[in-house]
């Protein structure tokens, strides 16, 4: 996971504050996940899942009010360079408890990918 950071005014010396990550690679594409499609993301404690809308582009304004009754957000995957690649919005990870330095391991099928907390205890 690579997390994007942005320097600001209100930021003590030597810290950064982390906006925003992002998954990204050829093994996106193996999922069924192409630069274009539309996403739906939850996150529940310890937990973000991703799951593939189809003809989510076609059906934008019902995507839109099934995301907001479901509290879901919805994003598209982009290309960058030859890779697709997936956000990982930080609502999510603040809703999820999660942190963009922590280790997380995925569960995957094709359209549905889950990123998890590992529990090394």
């Known amino acids: 996971m690579k997390g994007t950071v942005k320097k600001g005014a209100n930021v003590p010396a030597n810290t950064v504050r982390i906006i925003t990550g992002r998954l990204g690679g050829q093994w996106l594409t193996k999922l069924c996940f192409t630069p274009g499609d539309v996403l739906t993301v939850s996150a529940t404690p310890g ?65 549905l990918l889950k990123l998890q907390r590992t529990d090394l205890s």
Do not use: C, W
């Open 47 to 111: 937990v973000i899942t991703y799951q593939l809308q189809e003809n989510g582009v076609e059906r934008t304004l019902e995507l839109v009010k099934f995301a907001r009754k479901h509290k879901l957000r919805l994003i598209q995957v982009i290309k960058l360079g030859h890779s697709p690649f997936i956000e990982i919005p930080r609502s999510s990870l603040k809703k999820a408890g999660l942190a963009p330095d922590e280790m997380l391991y995925a569960i995957y099928e094709p359209g």
